[in-house]
């Protein structure tokens, strides 16, 4: 839409879609995703509104919406690369709106996407647009397969296939879906034991309802004879310790910032917009992916948990959660193990190291040397500060401040020793930068 005032732009697909399974005569989820400009063209005077953030500096800004028609969720996510001497950060919204959509819409409708203008001119360019529906996922029962049986797939290489994510448990191998003409990773599961079975379904309980950009898709499952495999979305970069670790890839500055918000991002919807609460029990490098654009996908569920969201909030695994976010963001700022081994010594843990360097007031000497300093110092060491926090703000909280929406957490001179604090004391504290 051009640069007028009071004006409307839309773009609708030609074609009534379906918004209901036809077998089981239930609502699809549904996902869209888009990506925009707004410019004012310099001018002083724009937007007729408050919003979340200024989006008239001609950044490109992305927005997901998805409905999950198991739990009647509608969640938005608004992404914004803002740019600043010469790096970008992404500013990460959140919204979710609990909404039937059988009362709302009939089953066959009409989709699209608009803009509009008021009393102000500016620019809106509408770079992208998808539209997507799919079935909500049932329990997996003995016998049953989505996305067709095992036979519908063709494995590379020898055996099961081509193993590419090896430090999950089970294996992954790189598989091909003739039908789909795409790549996926499997995982393969033995099961030789009522244990096995048992984390098999609950895998795919859990996830198979789960929908965000940063958490690997659950494409489908099958069984074959004494094996059970999980078929996710394929992850061309690998995992993000390979990356970090591998010595293949090399992670610039920017995309290990937004690496660290997409995990955060994935965070706050276990936590906060789904149904109920889920415990990851497994936020490790090795378990978060990294897709073709460089975004973070949190995968591996199998030893996940969902429990209501009060007990949640009070449970101490959820601390655990907590603790290994932490740890992830600062493997991602210095570019080391969470345990660095040296020859002829014992781990050393990367908790501790990067204390001792918050104790000599040197925290940024911790950045990772591999990036010869190229990077963002504030984001280094909010990555860092955020880090050693032993008690964390709420996940809202970590994302204002991973944005510079509120002010860094403030760090006790040495490391703190939790046990010996009485239930009340709370080790984090905000205050107004200087």
């Not at 993000?240 to 920017?254: N, V």
């Not at 570019?335 to 081994?341: C, D, F, L, T």
């Amino acid at each position: 839409m051009q640069s007028y005032t009071s004006s409307v732009g839309r773009v609708t697909y030609p074609e009534q879609i379906n918004l209901w399974d036809d077998s089981s005569n239930e609502p699809k989820d549904f996902t869209t995703n888009f990506s925009f400009v707004v410019s004012s063209n310099q001018s002083s005077l724009y937007g007729d509104e408050k919003w979340w953030t200024n989006v008239t500096q001609g950044e490109v800004c992305n927005c997901s919406i998805v409905y999950n028609s198991r739990n009647n969720i509608l969640k938005v996510s608004f992404t914004e690369n803002k740019l600043g001497g010469g790096d970008a950060t992404q500013i990460i919204q959140h919204l979710s709106y609990h909404v039937n959509i059988t009362d709302q819409l009939s089953k066959s409708v009409t989709v699209g996407i608009s803009a509009a203008t008021g009393e102000y001119t500016e620019e809106h360019t509408l770079f992208s647009w998808s539209f997507s529906t799919s079935t909500s996922s049932p329990t997996p029962s003995k016998g049953h397969s989505k996305k067709g049986r095992i036979n519908t797939i063709l494995l590379e290489g020898t055996g099961i296939g081509t193993e590419v994510w090896p430090r999950w448990f089970g294996g992954f191998h790189k598989g091909y879906f003739k039908g789909l003409n795409s790549y996926a990773a499997m995982k393969r599961i033995s099961a030789g034991s009522a244990q096995s079975l048992k984390e098999y379904a609950e895998e795919v309980t859990i996830i198979s309802q789960l929908r965000h950009m940063n958490l690997v898709k659950l494409a489908g499952w099958c069984h074959k004879k004494n094996d059970l495999f999980l078929i996710y979305e394929y992850m061309p970069n690998g995992s993000l310790d390979s990356c970090l670790f591998g010595g293949e890839k090399f992670l610039p500055w920017k995309v290990r910032y937004n690496v660290a918000l997409g995990l955060a991002s994935a965070w706050l919807y276990l936590q906060e917009e789904c149904e109920k609460f889920v415990f990851h029990r497994e936020i490790k490098s090795s378990n978060i992916m990294v897709d073709s654009n460089f975004s973070a996908k949190l995968g591996d569920f199998g030893l996940a948990r969902q429990v209501d969201h009060e007990k949640g909030s009070q449970s101490s695994v959820g601390e655990s959660d907590t603790f290994s976010f932490g740890v992830v963001l600062l493997e991602v700022a210095t570019g080391r193990k969470a345990i660095h081994h040296k020859d002829m010594e014992g781990g050393v843990s990367l908790v501790e190291w990067a204390w001792e360097h918050h104790g000599l007031r040197n925290l940024l000497a911790a950045a990772d040397p591999n990036l010869c300093a190229e990077f963002d110092v504030q984001q280094t060491e909010c990555l860092l500060v955020v880090g050693l926090c032993k008690t964390r703000p709420s996940i809202r909280q970590v994302i204002k401040v991973l944005n510079f929406e509120a002010p860094f957490p403030i760090l006790p001179p040495q490391i703190p020793v939790l046990n010996n604090l009485p239930p009340t004391t709370n080790m984090l504290v905000f205050t107004a930068s200087p």
